[in-house]
């Protein structure tokens, strides 16, 4: 089989490690280039102690990668906001397909995206072409028929899945949704910090950007076009003393003549076939074992006391509770990538990631 070229740049970052680890493996694409400026001239087996043809890669610095990749059919952009916002349009510019694992193009409205992430956006008319890529809620043909995905953010996708299925079939009411979630370290990210050492983290559980998180607008944005409405939210982070992980536990209220056995049909409808979502037997069983190494998002739902196996009757029978996990840097990061990668090159949207193994026990 003839394979196609694939460029990864920010490829030291922890999603383009994992994004160079997958793709390795993928059955059809051919990695061509890594770019990285902090480990520029060293190979990949060096580094990441990968095998074979793509361990003997040697990373090249930004300038040299954006060149390169200009002969790859499509490249992956694990990069910061602000570089992605200069490498998508060049690389647009040449031909090539880009998945952006960044923020710089899921936010629709450039003052929404001012406000989010400090910057004013360069490329406004990018906002209206970018396509958001969360194959099991958006528009697999969009996706296929994109030049520019959006990946979505991994708090966001956690919220998503667990979420808008519910609101798109009107079972929840107009209220406000609640997300608590907590992620392991990963999520913030390679750049040292004190607070991220750890003798920091470990041990501890903590809170943090209360309501200034910058995923709280593409979570808002994600449920609303689900609801046709606006969906009020409040989202809380948390940091887990792990690497790596995320779970969600999102709260709501169902709507007026609606029953937790309708919320329950309404996600077992919605993910019925999806390749990489496990609907859970309880809201109890949703564990991070059970996705952390893999690209699936597990998903428990409890409302009443009598959904998906739940029996003991909660304080309101009107609330739901839909709790979801998901490995940020797979599902919520790299995973999702190579899935968007795989629809817009016309690939089985499996490939490459449906041989991922967890890590327990």
Sequence with gaps: ????????????????????????????????????????GQTAEQRIALSGTAGKLRYVPPERAVELARECAAALLCTPVDASLQLAPALLAAGVKVVDLSGAFRLRDAAAFRAAYGLDHPHPELLTESVYGLPELSSRDRIGKARLVANPGCYPTAAALALAPLFAAEMLAPDVAVVDAASGTTGAGRKASEEMSFTEVMDDFRAYRVLRHQHAPEMAQTLSRAARREVPLTFTAHLLPLRRGILATCYARLAPERSASDAA????????????????????????????????????????????????????????????????????????????????????ETDGLDNLRGFAP
């Design 265 to 348: 049909a309404a996600l077992a409808h919605n993910y019925a076939g999806e390749p990489f979502i496990e609907l859970a037997p309880s809201a109890d069983d949703v564990s991070l074992k059970r996705v952390v190494g893999t690209n699936r998002c597990q998903i428990g739902f409890a409302a009443g006391g009598s959904a998906m196996g739940d029996t003991i009757p909660m304080v309101s029978p009107a609330m739901v509770v839909v709790i979801s996990a998901i490995d940020n840097l797979v599902k919520g990061a790299a995973g999702q990538a190579v899935q968007n990668l795989n629809l817009t090159l016309g690939w089985p």
């Design 1 to 40: 089989m003839q394979r196609t070229p694939i460029a990864v740049l920010g490829a030291s970052g922890y999603s383009g490690i994992e994004a160079t680890r997958i793709l390795a493996q993928h059955p059809r694409a051919e990695l061509r280039v890594l770019g990285s400026d902090r480990w520029r």
